[in-house]
């Protein structure tokens, strides 16, 4: 996707550039293309962006450390304020810094560019889930054939110190 000129969204019909997408997003690792739709309009001093898109991408069970499918699908919509201190206030800044809740916002400059694909990147790695479970019911890891048997398992690469472990208790 090309990055989007904010002036140029005030000369496009009612302010609005409406994308279909259908392609691979950089640094997202999925099985197919994204696909979905993207609105972007300007409204003065802000942009609203309104996406759906789905994909389907490989997670890794937290219980049974399995790789199942998991389709990913957003349903959002985002206000960035147009400011024009917003570069300098990214240029000003320090790498780490404490950062109050009126600075949780999105700015960019009015007379920037909107990325399209980062923020579509963006939204869709916030709805990855936080727990990621291939079944409601998964039991997690199962002991092995050998886990019943009353004898520890040895690992042989431990057999020497084991051996010392036995003649110290002679």
């Not at 996707?1 to 259908?22: C, G, H, Q, S």
């Not at 291939?134 to 050998?146: H, K, L, N, V």
């Amino acid at each position: 996707m090309e990055p989007i000129y904010i002036p140029n969204l005030v000369k496009a019909p009612d302010r609005t550039l409406t994308m279909e997408v259908r392609d691979r997003l950089q640094g997202l690792e999925s099985l197919t293309a994204v696909t979905g739709r993207m609105l972007v309009r300007h409204q003065r001093n802000y942009l609203e962006v309104t996406a759906t898109a789905e994909t389907i991408i490989t997670l890794c069970c937290d219980r049974c450390l399995q790789q199942y499918n998991h389709r990913l699908k957003i349903d959002t919509s985002e206000l960035i304020w147009l400011d024009e201190a917003a570069a300098k206030q990214d240029a000003d800044m320090p790498l780490e810094r404490e950062v109050g809740l009126e600075d949780l916002v999105e700015v960019l400059h009015p007379r920037g560019y909107f990325y399209p694909d980062e923020w579509l990147y963006e939204q869709l790695c916030l709805s990855r889930p936080h727990r990621q479970l291939c079944d409601r019911e998964c039991p997690g890891i199962q002991p092995g054939p050998d886990a019943g048997s009353s004898e520890p398992l040895l690992d042989r690469r431990w057999a020497s110190l084991a051996g010392l472990k036995i003649e110290n208790k002679e």
